[in-house]
């Protein structure tokens, strides 16, 4: 059955930080993501709006850093 999936040199890499997310998600979540400036949230009657766009860039560069650094 293997030789029907091939072999990826990062999945390895993507699972264990998968993991390391899942562990560590109850420390995660108190960070103040999602509040921070730039963060738009909109509320009208029957609709809200929220767009992350400060916390998406900070998550993104985050794992843009985590990730170069552990090809180097």
């Known amino acids: 059955m293997d030789w029907i ?3 990826a040199p990062h999945s390895d890499c993507r699972r ?4 390391a997310a899942g562990l560590f998600w109850p420390f995660l979540s108190r960070l103040p ?12 009657p029957n609709f809200t ?3 992350p766009i ?10 843009l850093c985590i ?4 090809r180097r």
């Open 67 to 70: 990730l170069w650094r552990m």
């Open 49 to 51: 709006l929220y767009m």
């Open 33 to 44: 993501l999602g509040r921070l400036p730039g963060d738009i949230l909109i509320q009208r």
């Open 54 to 63: 400060t916390s998406g860039l900070l998550v993104s560069l985050l794992v």
């Open 16 to 19: 264990r930080a998968s993991c």
């Open 5 to 7: 999936i091939p072999y």
